[in-house]
């Protein structure tokens, strides 16, 4: 989520039970869980809210050795026909970190951002 003040939102969510596990408030992030709910709290890197997808992760933000690849993720989207506001640019066959972007009907930002 897109904040105008961290440290106002880190004691908001703090005090709804959630609990920091990522991220640097010197950086501007922080991403906070409450049980299985993982949420992101972003000042000054994104224009309004954003929904983030990370394939290669749990819901845990445990690595899993196999997942589908944000190419691959792209290459349906596309065949499907959505359109991406960022596509990978990287070369045919590349793998590793990368992401893409899109909007869904209603104007809301989706990012599909692999980190490995």
Request: glycine letters at 12%.
């Amino acid at each position: 989520m897109s904040v105008a003040d961290l440290a106002r939102s880190k004691a908001f969510y703090e005090a709804l039970g959630f609990v920091p596990t990522g991220g640097a408030e010197e950086h501007n992030y922080l991403i906070l869980k409450n049980g299985e709910t993982t949420i992101g709290l972003f000042h000054g890197m994104f224009e309004g809210n954003i929904l983030t997808f990370n394939p290669g992760l749990t819901a845990r933000m445990e690595r899993v050795e196999r997942f589908t690849d944000v190419r691959e993720i792209q290459a349906t989207l596309q065949e499907r026909g959505i359109d991406l506001g960022e596509p990978v640019t990287d070369e045919a066959g590349s793998t590793g970190p990368a992401h893409i972007t899109l909007t869904d009907p209603d104007g809301n930002a989706i990012l599909i951002d692999q980190f490995f």
